[in-house]
């Protein structure tokens, strides 16, 4: 099941929950990466910013 970065802060219970998801995911030998990894449904690199991805979602913001 892959979780749209968008949700995926919610669907992990918030800010604490997060933070252990990039834990998790920043060690291949954590006992939950592998069970995290298949969770997502894809790899995951934190540093990645999409600036057109963003640019079309405050585009629609109305302020």
């Known amino acids: 099941m892959r979780i749209p ?3 995926l802060n919610e669907a992990l219970g918030g800010w604490p929950g997060y933070t252990e998801f990039l834990e998790v995911m920043a ?22 910013f999409e600036c057109e991805r963003v640019n079309r979602r405050l585009k629609g913001i109305k302020v």
């Open 27 to 48: 060690d291949p030998n954590h006992p939950e990466h592998e069970a995290m990894l298949e969770w997502h449904g894809d790899s995951f690199d934190p540093t990645v």
């Open 5 to 7: 970065e968008k949700h």
